[in-house]
């Protein structure tokens, strides 16, 4: 499945709009990388174990807003945008939204 | 009086490794970002929706960079005092620009791993990951991401 940010698919035309389709996960953070998160904020640089979870969340939610691009029957989803909010202290979701079409070769 | 003279040991003590370490950090960092934008250069990114006319048959996927990046102790208590008067935090300014620019140079690696010669559509999202500093920022996450145009054999050799 085609995933682009784009309105349009350079080689492609659209040939029917299915609708939005969208995907989120709300993730919470581990207590022990909590606690290393606070020995950074005094050192400083970069929560590596941070930057995965949320690669791995987003990329959970990505995979559900294909899953249902696919049951309406697309082929690809475009003009997808990513919006991160921190909903508690310690919890944030992730959420992933675009439309789904279908494609074909021009 | 013993408690008063810990807490101000306790808070200088990490004052100063935050100024140590965050400072050694910082220009560590910022070597490597400009390493790496010299070597990712030739990698167009545009922030524009609409790809130019030679890319019309390349193939596209959509790439993403992110980067959780902390503040230092010194930073924090610096951006206190300045809320005090008010006006530009430079402690924050740099801590943000470094962010974006690791997760835009993440962004381009990934590109450039698929074999793609620009990323159209540029978006950049930032947000502040829960509140481990009390009061302060705490630390940011920086998310970018964009269409990569990805060269096919139909439009390498007579459209460039």
Do not use: W
């Not at chain 1, 207590?31 to 791995?56: H, P, Q, R, V, W």
């Not at chain 2, 400072?23 to 990698?43: C, G, M, P, T, V």
């Not at chain 2, 596209?60 to 990046?69: A, L, P, R």
Request: hydrophobic residues 40%.
């Amino acid at each position: 499945m085609l995933i682009s940010n784009m309105e349009v698919v350079p080689g492609k035309r659209i040939t029917q709009h299915l609708g939005l389709v969208q995907g989120s996960t709300v993730r919470a953070k581990h207590a022990g990388k909590d606690i290393m998160a606070g020995l950074k904020n005094i050192f400083g640089g970069e929560l590596s174990s941070y930057t995965e979870l949320l690669t791995e969340s987003r990329d959970e939610a990505l995979e559900r807003m294909q899953e249902q691009a696919r049951s309406l029957g697309a082929n690809a989803v475009v003009n997808v945008r990513f919006s991160t909010s921190s909903i508690a202290a310690g919890a944030s979701e992730l959420f992933v939204y675009g439309s789904a079409v279908i494609i074909e070769d021009r | 009086m013993g408690e008063l003279l810990f807490q101000i040991g306790l808070f200088l003590g990490m004052l100063s490794l935050g100024y140590l370490f965050g400072r050694r950090n910082e220009r560590k960092h910022y070597r490597s970002i400009q390493a790496r934008e010299d070597e990712l250069r030739s990698l167009l990114v545009l922030s524009t929706k609409i790809p130019p006319r030679s890319m019309l048959s390349h193939s596209s996927e959509m790439v993403s960079g992110s980067v959780v990046i902390s503040v230092d102790y010194f930073k924090t208590v610096v951006a206190g005092l300045r809320s005090l008067v008010g006006g530009r935090v430079g402690a924050y300014e740099s801590l943000l620009d470094r962010g974006r620019r690791e997760a835009i140079l993440r962004m381009q690696q990934e590109a450039k791993t698929l074999g793609a010669d620009a990323v159209l559509n540029l978006k950049l999202e930032t947000s502040r990951i829960g509140d481990n500093a009390g009061k302060g920022l705490g630390s940011i996450e920086v998310l970018a991401y964009g269409t990569a145009m990805i060269p096919t054999r139909a439009s390498a050799p007579d459209n460039r």
